[in-house]
C-alpha cells in the first residue's frame, strides 16, 4: 500500500480532529497496512478504582479500529467518510497502567469485497477488531462493524 501515513501525522489528525483523543493523551504508536496500534497514559483515564475507566479502553480501542480503516483508504477515498455501526467490547481484567489498542481487519480477505461494494454502491461495512494490552498482557477484545459511505 501506498501513503501510509506516519505515526506523527495520524496522531495529530487524531488530536485535531476527534478531540476526545486529545484529552486522552493519545498517542499513535505504529502504523502499517495491517494494524494501528494506539496507546494511553492512565492519569487521563481513571475510574474511580484508580484503573483505566472502561469507556476510555473501549474508546482507544474503537479508534484504533477507526484509524486503520481511515489510513487505508484516505489516498482511494479522500472524502469517505467512516462511522461505527455496532461494537461489542471484553474486558479480562483491571487495567492500572499505560495501555494500547492494536487494530486490523478481522478477516483481511473481505478487504477487495469492502472496496467493491464502496466503489460501486457508495457504502460498505467492514468487520475490524482490536486487542487492548497492558504491561504485555491482552486484558481485552474489541470487534466492530464500521461503514464506509461517500459524503456529498
Given at each position: 500500500?501506498?501513503?501510509?501515513?506516519?505515526?506523527?501525522?495520524?496522531?495529530?489528525?487524531?488530536?485535531?480532529?476527534?478531540?476526545l483523543?486529545?484529552?486522552?493523551?493519545?498517542?499513535?504508536?505504529?502504523?502499517?497496512?495491517?494494524?494501528?496500534?494506539?496507546?494511553?497514559?492512565?492519569?487521563?483515564?481513571?475510574?474511580?478504582?484508580?484503573?483505566?475507566?472502561?469507556?476510555s479502553?473501549?474508546?482507544?480501542?474503537?479508534?484504533?479500529?477507526?484509524?486503520?480503516?481511515?489510513?487505508?483508504?484516505?489516498?482511494?477515498f479522500?472524502?469517505?467518510?467512516?462511522?461505527?455501526?455496532?461494537?461489542?467490547v471484553?474486558?479480562?481484567?483491571?487495567?492500572?497502567?499505560?495501555?494500547?489498542?492494536?487494530?486490523?481487519?478481522?478477516?483481511p480477505?473481505?478487504?477487495?469485497?469492502f472496496?467493491?461494494?464502496?466503489?460501486?454502491?457508495?457504502?460498505?461495512?467492514?468487520?475490524?477488531?482490536?486487542?487492548?494490552?497492558?504491561?504485555?498482557e491482552?486484558?481485552?477484545?474489541?470487534?466492530?462493524?464500521?461503514?464506509?459511505f461517500?459524503?456529498?
Amino acid at each position: 500500500m501506498e501513503n501510509i501515513v506516519s505515526p506523527q501525522s495520524l496522531q495529530q489528525f487524531l488530536h485535531r480532529e476527534i478531540p476526545l483523543s486529545q484529552a486522552m493523551q493519545i498517542a499513535a504508536v505504529d502504523v502499517t497496512e495491517e494494524s494501528v496500534q494506539l496507546s494511553a497514559p492512565l492519569a487521563p483515564n481513571l475510574n474511580p478504582h484508580a484503573t483505566v475507566f472502561g469507556g476510555s479502553a473501549s474508546a482507544l480501542a474503537l479508534l484504533a479500529a477507526w484509524s486503520l480503516l481511515h489510513v487505508r483508504l484516505r489516498s482511494a477515498f479522500p472524502s469517505v467518510c467512516i462511522v461505527i455501526q455496532r461494537q461489542s467490547v471484553s474486558y479480562n481484567r483491571p487495567i492500572h497502567g499505560s495501555f494500547a489498542a492494536r487494530a486490523a481487519l478481522a478477516q483481511p480477505g473481505e478487504w477487495p469485497r469492502f472496496l467493491r461494494l464502496l466503489t460501486r454502491r457508495g457504502k460498505a461495512r467492514i468487520t475490524v477488531a482490536s486487542t487492548l494490552d497492558y504491561a504485555g498482557e491482552e486484558v481485552g477484545h474489541f470487534s466492530g462493524d464500521f461503514v464506509a459511505f461517500h459524503w456529498h
